[in-house]
């Protein structure tokens, strides 16, 4: 493994402006023995075409997941890395993600996905918000590089690299769990083969977030609700307090809100907790724009309200879908037409 093949595996609907970025920096990586597969839909009126290390394959309609199954029938590298299509890499992307893989029992690689200068307001507003440790806890990590190198359980498929034989091994993704299917593979990866996975600060790409607020919204809503319905299914990785902070406030924050209206002085009590949060999330929305990324003092004071709605609004509807998450008995399955 001193020199692997690496396929660079991209599902994307159709080609986009975000997507040729990505294969041209893909292109300008320093690592020799590597290839893109782009899997879209169909070749649309947007396609670009490019010469040398890129193949394209129409899939027909269907979703990310099955397409990143797909590597298994159309590469025989011997490590596949899964990029999304708005996200590009660092040039050493690759050349820092497979020296991990000197090691046998280490099964997969990934790093941090940051949030890119180029970005829309929405986009940074929201790549703020989830830099935020009020938002991320504990795995701002995927955000912002962290400080050190480190063994992980579960990792976002938007940069992640992982052992041919293992994914053919697992056989590949479960799309009945998309978006989650991730986690569901990096469960497998850890539990059932006792394998590891990697963090590495320096494995990092650049990764477009939402360009609305409610398209933040919704991928906020996707996460929460396969999270629930994880921690109620896979414990071993999902089942951690930090997933259910939000729904825990949630509810204090409705049986706050009923209480002051029966209670005066409770409602004191309510106002002042509320003004603390607030408060906190300021400052924590303060501190992450400093860190992640924009480079414009102007752009960084415009920045401070926006961030603070995008964070309580993660708040509260991650606490609603969470909790709808546990509530379901089964999750709406990815199927190919």
């Known amino acids: 493994m001193n020199n692997p093949s690496v396929s660079i595996i991209i599902p994307v609907k159709y080609f986009n402006a975000k997507l040729e970025k990505s294969i041209k920096e893909c292109l300008k990586l320093d690592y020799s023995n590597f290839e893109i597969l782009v899997f879209p839909d169909e070749i649309n009126a947007g396609f670009v075409p490019f010469e040398g290390k890129i193949k394209i394959i129409p899939t027909g309609n269907m979703g990310p997941a099955l397409k990143r199954d797909l590597a298994l029938e159309h590469s025989k590298a011997d490590i596949f890395a899964f990029l999304d299509d708005d996200a590009y890499p660092e040039p050493n992307w ?83 769990f998309y978006p989650g299917e991730d986690t569901k593979l990096c469960l497998e990866i850890t539990k059932k083969l006792n394998k590891k996975i990697i963090y590495d600060p320096a494995v990092l790409v650049y990764h477009h977030r939402r360009d609305s607020l409610n398209g933040h919204i919704k991928q906020i809503e996707n996460y929460a609700i396969h999270r629930g319905n994880f921690a109620k299914r896979f414990p071993d990785t999902s089942r951690k307090i930090a997933y259910f902070i939000p729904s825990i406030f949630v509810g204090l924050l409705a049986l706050g809100a009923v209480l002051s209206l029966v209670f005066p002085f409770i409602k004191l009590l309510y106002l002042s907790c509320l003004a603390v949060y607030f408060f906190t999330i300021t400052a924590n929305a303060l501190y992450s724009i400093v860190i992640d990324r924009p480079n414009s003092l102007l752009k960084k004071i415009l920045l401070i309200v926006p961030v603070v709605l995008f964070i309580f609004i993660t708040h509260i509807t991650y606490g609603v879908f969470f909790a709808k998450g546990i509530l379901l008995k089964k999750l709406k399955e990815e199927k190919k037409e």
């Open 94 to 176: 690759l050349k820092k993600a497979v020296k991990h893989f000197k090691q046998q029992e280490i099964a997969a690689v990934g790093g941090p996905s940051v949030t890119p200068l180029e970005s829309s307001f929405a986009g940074m507003a929201s790549g703020c918000a989830f830099a935020s440790i009020t938002v991320s806890g504990p795995y701002t990590y995927r955000y912002i590089p962290g400080k050190k190198i480190m063994e992980v359980d579960d990792y976002p498929s938007c940069n992640f690299l992982v052992r041919r034989e293992v994914f053919e091994k697992l056989g590949g993704f479960d799309s009945s």
